[in-house]
């Protein structure tokens, strides 16, 4: 096939403009280019940006694409925390993948499903008067749930801080100035908190279950044999910790949805239902933007040249609005999901590809029965009403949360 010039977006640096846009930057352009497939340049580097599922699917060919070194310096001190297995390739990703993998199975998803439902009983009972934030309970829900899963020890008068640190990470990862300061020293404390308690687990004098996540990490062993250095085992702990705690941001958007359409709510009787209002809540609303990955050699796709060591973003949120794919992306419509023939690549909100082999989010499905369990509460057994409020976001927000961040009052468990 013969080179195709690939559009280009006039001017120096375009970071301003991606701050400015948000996660309307990649579609904003390839809409004005008439391509999916586009150049720009962030942070004074040259980058191609792609959306669409065949898009996603070139991006997730291993063959192709690496994740060294992709993701920014300042997304690794804050987000992922350097070494994770996000940044990793090969047999060394296989291996650490395998680790977060193996805790996916169903027993252990029940039992993270009962904690939230436990939390969440025990969270609206402490907010018996008085107005609530759903946010802010929700973090505190989604702590003490990622605690007691992961069996890392904790006191309850601990809580707040360790919320507030887990937060940090994913609230305040691509901030400048103080914000992100604030977010680094928060990774900073965990992972300081955590390598102690891997040295204690490693020594036998810690109090762990032998069959928890702490314990399992603690303990992992590398493609060579060796146990993982005790930061980096800090580092994945994080790793089960932080995406645990930043599904609130979904909660925010699940109770928003719950208000603005009471029709499909209605509608919710059996647990399929149920699936398809959370998947159209994780379609429909903005959570993770772009993916990023770099390109391993000289290529060429679709008559596009890409070459060596470019890093590339795939948007993830223009390909769960694209209309290629989807029938009215801008309307709620949980039903689109009945008969749903999903593919690695064409609904991504948490990224694509494939699980066991590839850099999809390991913990998608626990997301998944999180945002369930949670719907049912309140909708099947918590009465509330909702206060007035704004509950607007913007879209240059990442992650956004509503002004109010969903405000509910008149507590009463059914």
Known sequence: MAETHMPKDKGLDHTLKLLDEGYRFVTNRSDKFESRVFETRLL???TICMVGEKEAELFYDNSRFSRKDASPERIQKTLFGEGGVQGL?????QNRKAMF????????????????REEWEQEMKSHSTGDVQIYQAAKYVLTRAALRWTGTPYEEEDVPEWAEQLSYMFEDAGSVGWNHWQARQSRFMSEERITGLTERIRKGTAEVDKDSPVYQFAMHRDVNGELLDEQIVAVEILNLLRPIVAIAVYIDFLLL?????PEEVNKLESSEDMHRFVQEVRRFYPFFPVAPARVKADFTWNGYTFKEGTLTLLDLYGTNHDPDIWNKPDQFQPQRFQGWKESPFNFIPQGGGEF?????CAGEWMTMDVLKTTLDFFVNHLSFEFTEQDLSYEM???PPITKSGVMIRGLQLK
């Open 44 to 46: 004074g580097e040259k």
């Open 257 to 261: 949805a719950i208000h603005d359409y």
């Open 356 to 360: 066991d082999i590839g850099h999809r």
């Open 89 to 93: 390739d090969g047999e060394e990703h």
């Open 101 to 116: 993998m193996s805790l996916m199975t169903k027993e252990k998803l029940q039992e993270i499903s009962s904690i939230i």
């Open 396 to 398: 240059d927000d990442i």
